[in-house]
């Protein structure tokens, strides 16, 4: 009997140790999971592994203004598409020039985020990525001047190397390494002013639009013994003087005036500096070890790098969650919320064109967004109605947005702190974009069940204000242009109700076959044709091809405003995310109840066990009562 009871207790801690060692992996694996999403995210796009300052809000001014040395910053939004494509060149960028940090220092500014948002605004970043060069000692006030990315590390260097030059032409920088071209003839000038410990003045003669000069003076300033200065084509005098008859060539002086030239078989930044620090090696002269950079190429065509341990947990979760196409109401409102407050406010000033597209916006999001409360009917026409003024600046719209939230219900625009349907496997993913073409989609829906049998229906309305929404105050500028380039067809093609949300259907399509493969693209959400033909099977013919009809009737049932999915909280009203929402301490908390839950039973079992023993043990008066 007592061994039964031990084995029931045994049995009852196994299971019990069993449910709760469950508990604590499951703890284990969604710390394990956040933690590499934070790890895969970083600060933005750029870790501290990078040669990429990150600024902020609070870094931006001290770091920037009144510096001895200029600074390029991108400007970037962590959802941008051509941002993650853009990241990796100036990553290496700023590796390949870290020789010039004295002169010239690489940052990068994520505007995605709320804190950064104003400083964006400020200093008038219209789109993604954006790069802007800061001058030496510039002032709070300075604005920065545009940078063009061009297409490789190469192209962006030679650039940068050129607006050096002129900003110290101008008068700038200095304290920096002389990038002027050496105009006079005489040798004797070369001399003046140049500490004693010179030895060697390198001359590279070449073509007066290039750079490649300019950038061999940067890579190796810090050399000591050496001083290095370019020459032009223009200036005949010295080139006669030195025996050179070819451009590019490279000769060295020593302090006796002594001319040796040195062989080089491009003009280019490499094999100046190449022969440079052969001369000097061999006159033992220490020079720098020069890093391995990693050329990405043209940026324009960066494939997505290797996630393949995102992958692979993708695949997992694939296998234990159902297809589906839901629409969350948090997802749309959290969109349209992002949208007015962080792009439509970028804008410094709302006029013309811009303001004649928010006008549109807002119309459309008031007759056609899914509202969740009387106040909320009027919130968009409320705004609206503030905008029949010549201009508004981006900060005062941004404050009438807040003001009219405060003003009414909570879940106005609110929404959730995070996305639910179009949350990424990683926090740089999704979100906003995905947002967007829900909203989208919602919206035409929308237009065409409400109001596309009536007289004088505008097909275009919805598709209108997109596109001047899409123009005028979409982040990301090659997203901008590529859309629309798309609605040029839109008059043509859209001459019906129906066609509006065809339309739309197709060219969110042509965007995801564009993308697929893009480093936008979330891994756990591959770019696909949708509706998939596990979603919509009859979307499709036996042959593969699209039934439009059948098409049309799906996007009507998934984008219904019925079937928008509002998940309600304890209390009875809507609440943000689906299911129980639980986060790492929720789970933590479980845990140490199932163990304290488990301790209490463990006890009593024992108790239970003692207890019998007790009641079983036999005495002398027992034996006799038995006889």
């Not at 950064?116 to 920065?144: D, H, S, T």
Request: net charge neutral; proline share 5%.
């Amino acid at each position: 009997m007592r061994i039964c009871l031990v084995s029931k207790v045994y049995m009852v801690v196994v299971v019990l140790l069993s449910v709760i060692n469950t508990s604590l992996n499951a703890v284990l694996n969604l710390e394990t999971k956040k933690l590499y999403d934070d790890l895969k995210s970083g600060r933005g796009l750029y870790t501290g592994d990078d040669k990429v300052i990150v600024l902020n809000s609070t870094s931006f001014k001290s770091s920037v203004f009144g510096s001895k040395n200029a600074w390029l910053v991108e400007f970037y939004n962590s959802w941008c598409g051509f941002c993650h494509r853009f990241a990796p060149v100036l990553r290496s960028l700023a590796a390949d020039i870290y020789a010039w940090r004295d002169v010239l220092s690489v940052a990068a500014v994520d505007c995605s985020t709320d804190d950064n948002n104003p400083l964006c605004r400020e200093y008038e970043v219209m789109y993604y990525p954006m790069l802007k060069l800061f001058p030496a000692g510039a002032r709070p006030a300075a604005l920065g001047s545009e940078v063009d990315k061009g297409n490789t590390v190469d192209s962006i260097r030679g650039s940068l190397a050129g607006l050096l030059r002129r900003e110290q032409v101008e008068g700038r920088g200095a304290g920096w390494p002389n990038i002027t071209p050496y105009r006079s003839s005489d040798t004797a000038n070369l001399w003046k002013n140049v500490p004693g410990n010179v030895k060697y003045i390198f001359l590279i003669f070449e073509q007066a639009d290039s750079t490649a000069g300019i950038e061999a003076i940067l890579d190796l300033h810090s050399v000591n013994s050496t001083q290095i200065r370019h020459v032009t084509s223009e200036n005949e005098g010295l080139a006669k003087l030195m025996g050179v008859s070819m451009f590019p060539s490279l000769v060295v002086l020593d302090a006796s005036s002594t001319v040796t030239p040195l062989k080089v078989s491009d003009g280019t930044r490499t094999t100046f500096r190449q022969a440079i620090k052969a001369f000097l090696e061999a006159h033992d002269i220490p020079v720098p070890k020069e890093q391995s950079i990693v050329d990405p190429g043209d940026w324009r065509h960066i494939k997505a790098p290797d996630l393949s341990e995102i992958i692979r947990v993708a695949e997992e979760e694939k296998k234990t969650k159902k297809k589906s196409e839901l629409v969350f109401q948090a997802d749309l409102e959290k969109a349209v919320k992002y949208s007015l407050e962080h792009e439509v406010s970028m804008r410094k000033l709302i006029s013309g064109a811009a303001l004649t597209a928010l006008q549109k916006y807002l119309a459309v999001l008031a007759k056609y967004f899914p509202v969740r409360s009387e106040h909320g009917k009027s919130f968009f026409s409320d705004l609206r109605a503030n905008l029949d003024v010549p201009g508004v600046e981006g900060e005062a719209f941004s404050a009438g947005v807040k003001s009219a939230e405060k003003g009414g219900s909570p879940f106005v625009i609110s929404g959730s702190q995070d996305w639910v349907g179009c949350k990424g496997s990683a926090e740089h993913y999704r979100g906003f974009p995905c947002g967007m073409w829900l909203l989208f989609h919602t919206l035409t829906v929308a237009s065409v069940s409400q109001r596309g049998g009536e007289p004088g229906f505008d097909s275009l309305e919805v598709l209108d204000a997109m596109l001047g929404y899409v123009t005028h105050f979409f982040g990301c500028r090659d997203c901008s242009r590529h859309f629309q380039e798309m609605a040029a067809s839109l008059s043509s093609e859209v001459t019906s109700p129906n066609a509006s949300v065809a339309w739309l259907w197709r060219a969110h399509n042509k965007v995801n076959l564009r993308l697929a493969g893009d480093p936008s693209e979330d891994p756990a959400h591959p770019k696909v044709q949708f509706p998939s033909p596990e979603t919509c099977p009859p979307c499709r013919d036996p042959a593969g091809a699209w039934s439009e009809p059948q098409m049309l009737q799906h996007l009507f049932r998934v984008y219904a405003p019925e079937n928008i999915v509002v998940p309600r909280g304890k209390d009875g009203r809507p609440g943000n995310t689906p299911g129980w929402n639980f986060n790492v301490f929720d789970l933590s908390l479980c845990v140490m109840l199932y163990m304290f839950s488990a301790s209490i039973c463990i006890l009593v079992c024992i108790k239970f066990v003692v207890k019998k023993r007790y009641r079983k043990k036999s005495y002398v008066h027992d034996l006799f009562g038995k006889v």
